[in-house]
């Protein structure tokens, strides 16, 4: 059993200006957990939320930049478990950046979703994508 997750928005904002929200660390905070940031493949963050014991979760997400293309494309891997060291869920992170004539379509794929319990818990994921995510990045860029 496996699922990805696709989603797409546009905003009115150029390709730049989208991509500084995604990589420059100071923007980055202003709608995500992530801290610290670098664009440049191999920098590895992480990022801390309420830990669900009940779903085998700490609440700490492990990611590692894997690609980088400027204002066209950010890939990293998402990885989570039930306590450190031990990864239950091993997924990639994609945005695709695209100008669209008035402004930036913005593409997410989150991939990599396999076995029953991940796959329940994309659905779960991509609720925050949709709902949570996109709506403090559409915030921050106002």
């Known amino acids: 059993m496996k699922r990805n997750i696709h989603l797409r928005w546009q ?5 730049e200006t989208i991509w500084k929200y995604l990589t420059n660390p100071e923007l980055l905070s202003q709608w995500t957990e992530i801290k610290s940031f670098e664009p440049v493949v191999g920098f590895e963050f992480t990022q801390k939320q ?12 492990y990611h590692k930049v894997l ?6 494309k950010l ?3 998402f990885k989570a478990g039930p306590e450190k ?25 989150h991939s990599g979703f396999e076995g029953l319990k991940n796959v329940m818990t994309s ?18 860029l106002k």
């Open 85 to 109: 060291g031990v990864i239950t869920l091993d997924t990639v992170v994609t945005w695709r950046l695209k100008p669209n004539g008035t402004g930036t379509t913005l593409e997410l794929e």
């Open 67 to 72: 690609e980088v293309v400027p204002n066209e």
């Open 11 to 15: 905003f009115p904002h150029p390709p």
């Open 75 to 77: 890939s990293y891997s």
């Open 123 to 140: 659905f779960i994921m991509e609720l925050g994508w949709k709902n949570h995510i996109i709506k403090k990045l559409k915030t921050a």
């Open 50 to 61: 309420s830990a669900k014991p009940k779903r085998g979760w700490d609440g700490m997400m």
